[in-house]
């Protein structure tokens, strides 16, 4: 068997496995595997059962109180797979008020697992948390197949009021969950139909996001080097003061200050960790967090996480999600290639054999193409190309590994020591969807 047609084979037992929970995922079967997604762990079967109890009440979308057999208090329980708006007074640190389609969450899963009805738990580790609640898989019971083979997350997804969310220790079914929020999108259901909850606010705004979610070294040693390139490719001018910029997590929302215009074409880069606003560079913004949000991709994980643009009215408008799951295909394969590679040095000193080793990209179009979310990749080394990087039509770009001042023909990877080896490697262009648009091996 390949492994294409192993994960073809996977993604049909997750789904398959959904769809006996309840879910409505006849599509899913006819969506091909991508080449960039990593092959999902199985069906919820597998995952091991840790509690079995009752709903005590329901606390939002996606968190309620749970009384396990035999115990007399209740916990809280977070549902895995899924995020849902948040609500006045339960695990909201950032709002006062219910945000847009809160309150219809709550009344979904309410209608799903009401107070009173047996569910289900099931996780990686027993000691799966977040913020006070036990972080589980929730399935509920079903009277006609005796079972507790219902989905709660599936259901969530497919209404449209939820956004993907996994972490790492629980990622055995991002992929199917990630499939139904597609399919969710691409509906326009819910949250992701932005007239939901009312009149938007400046209808003819356009905007680009794009997560830059892999820093040079380490996330946690380079925190800024995580960020959010907010581009205007629209017509207008476009007015983000008090718009919210967040990923699937509580715990750095990044509001844009008062006074920030997007003029056509023009973008902000709002990095993960803190620094002063406008500097160095007066597009630069900063979320403070002190940890990093975007998880880098793993081999044998469905690992992601996605950026989201909402409006004062908290409606989400726009958002980037990575890795790619379905139709990989990428505008700048076979536009964009990498050309000469030098992997060889001469110098003894390390920074001046590094700046011998360089990368050539070549544009092999007629059109500038711009190379925002673009990264060079060499097995864990990673350079992500600064936002506004173009190549015009024809021409080439050279990326040296050491260190020297940048300009519109020439960057620079930024080590102090040489990172080819003369013979056997390989160096990859890939988009910040995961996947490879240029390779060149020697």
């Given at each position: 068997?390949?492994p294409r ?11 398959a496995?959904?769809?006996?929970a ?6 899913l079967l ?6 960039s997604a990593?092959?999902p762990s199985?069906s919820?079967t597998?995952?091991p059962?840790?509690?079995?109890g009752?709903v005590?009440s329901?606390l ?6 749970f009384v396990?057999d035999?115990?007399s ?9 899924v995020?849902?708006?948040e609500?006045?007074g339960?695990n909201?640190?950032?709002?006062a008020?219910?945000m847009?389609?809160?309150q219809e ?9 009401p ?7 099931r996780s990686q580790?027993k000691a799966?948390?977040?913020r006070?609640r036990?972080l589980r ?5 079903n009277?006609?197949s005796?079972?507790y083979d ?16 996994t972490i790492?220790?629980?990622s055995a079914l991002?992929?199917?969950y990630r499939?139904?929020v597609?399919q ?5 259901r819910g949250?992701w139909?932005p007239y939901?909850?009312g009149?938007v ?23 800024n080097g995580?960020s959010v390139i907010?581009?205007?490719?629209g017509?207008a ?7 919210l ?6 715990t750095?929302w990044?509001?844009f ?19 002063t606003?406008?500097q ?6 900063y979320?403070g ?7 880098n991709t793993q ?9 989201y ?15 790619c799951?379905?139709d990989?295909?990428d505008p700048?394969?076979?536009v964009?290639?990498?050309g ?10 390390p920074?001046?054999?590094a700046?011998?080793e360089f990368?050539?990209l070549?544009n092999?179009g007629?059109?500038p193409?711009?190379?925002?979310g ?5 097995k864990?080394?990673?350079?992500p190309f600064?936002p ?5 039509g024809g021409?080439t ?14 960057q ?9 080896t003369n013979k056997h490697d390989?160096?990859d ?6 996947v490879?648009v240029?390779r060149?091996?020697?």
């Amino acid at each position: 068997m390949s492994p294409r047609q192993g994960m073809d084979m996977a993604v049909r037992r997750s789904a398959a496995a959904l769809l006996a929970a309840g879910a409505t995922l006849a599509c899913l079967l006819a969506v091909p595997p991508t080449v960039s997604a990593r092959e999902p762990s199985g069906s919820y079967t597998d995952i091991p059962i840790q509690e079995t109890g009752r709903v005590e009440s329901i606390l939002d979308g996606d968190t309620f109180r749970f009384v396990e057999d035999g115990a007399s208090s209740w916990v809280k329980i977070r549902l895995l797979g899924v995020n849902t708006p948040e609500v006045t007074g339960f695990n909201n640190i950032h709002f006062a008020e219910d945000m847009c389609a809160g309150q219809e969450a709550l009344r979904l899963l309410a209608g799903i697992i009401p107070p009173g009805s047996r569910v289900q738990l099931r996780s990686q580790s027993k000691a799966s948390s977040n913020r006070g609640r036990s972080l589980r898989y929730v399935f509920a019971y079903n009277p006609r197949s005796g079972a507790y083979d219902i989905d709660v997350q599936a259901k969530v997804a497919e209404s449209g009021l939820a956004m993907w969310f996994t972490i790492d220790e629980e990622s055995a079914l991002s992929y199917p969950y990630r499939l139904i929020v597609q399919q969710a999108q691409r509906g326009g259901r819910g949250i992701w139909d932005p007239y939901h909850c009312g009149p938007v606010e400046q209808p003819d705004a356009r905007i680009r996001l794009t997560v830059v979610w892999d820093a040079p070294g380490s996330d946690q040693s380079n925190l800024n080097g995580e960020s959010v390139i907010v581009r205007n490719v629209g017509a207008a001018d476009v007015d983000l003061s008090g718009w919210l910029l967040r990923d699937t997590s509580l715990t750095a929302w990044f509001y844009f200050p008062q006074g920030t215009v997007l003029q056509a074409g023009d973008y902000r880069v709002v990095h993960v960790g803190s620094g002063t606003t406008g500097q160095p560079d007066r597009r630069d913004l900063y979320m403070g967090s002190v940890t990093p949000l975007f998880p880098n991709t793993q081999d044998g994980k469905f690992l992601g996480d996605g950026a989201y643009l909402l409006d004062r009215k908290t409606a989400v408008r726009f958002y980037d999600e990575y890795p790619c799951i379905t139709d990989c295909t990428d505008p700048l394969a076979g536009v964009v290639v990498i050309g000469k590679v030098n992997a060889r040095s001469r110098s003894k000193l390390p920074s001046r054999a590094a700046n011998e080793e360089f990368i050539v990209l070549r544009n092999t179009g007629v059109e500038p193409v711009l190379l925002d979310g673009y990264y060079l990749r060499r097995k864990v080394s990673t350079y992500p190309f600064p936002p506004g990087t173009t190549i015009d039509g024809g021409d080439t770009l050279t990326i040296r590994i050491g260190k020297g001042a940048a300009s519109s023909l020439v960057q620079f990877w930024g080590r102090t020591a040489p990172l080819l080896t003369n013979k056997h490697d390989r160096v990859d262009l890939i988009s910040n969807k995961d996947v490879v648009v240029s390779r060149r091996q020697w």
